[in-house]
């Protein structure tokens, strides 16, 4: 097999795993919360945005331009893998349930 077949075939194969996530303001305290069905992508999404200086989400938008991206952090609260057999939408309409949950827990708190 060629090494472009293997990488292929590698990438194909991982277990991605979903969750729940906030990124917060470490200056104001106040976060984003959201889900997503491949937390990796989240990270890499997050320290491109840092590195290049974008903005993440645009609810942040203000914040991040004032306070700059070295003042946000991304923290992965929840993990959760596709269960065997369960498709993409019931995968996903868990994830909301989980976030669902973790807004309930994080209501005092400040939301953008």
Do not use: C
Not at 11 to 26: D, H, L, Q
Not at 39 to 55: E, M
Not at 86 to 103: G, I, R, T, V
């Amino acid at each position: 097999m060629n090494r472009k077949k293997e990488i292929t075939k590698a990438y194909k194969e991982r277990r991605a795993s979903g969750g729940v996530y906030t990124i917060t303001n470490t200056q104001n305290g106040k976060y984003l919360l959201g889900h997503a069905a491949d937390l990796n992508s989240v990270r890499n999404r997050f320290q491109f945005a840092q590195t290049t200086g974008l903005v993440v989400h645009p609810k942040m938008k203000q914040d991040w331009e004032q306070q700059g991206p070295q003042a946000f952090k991304l923290e992965i609260l929840e993990e959760l893998e596709p269960q065997p057999g369960q498709n993409a939408s019931e995968f996903l309409a868990d994830l909301k349930m989980l976030e669902e949950l973790w807004q309930d827990k994080l209501e005092l708190q400040k939301a953008y």
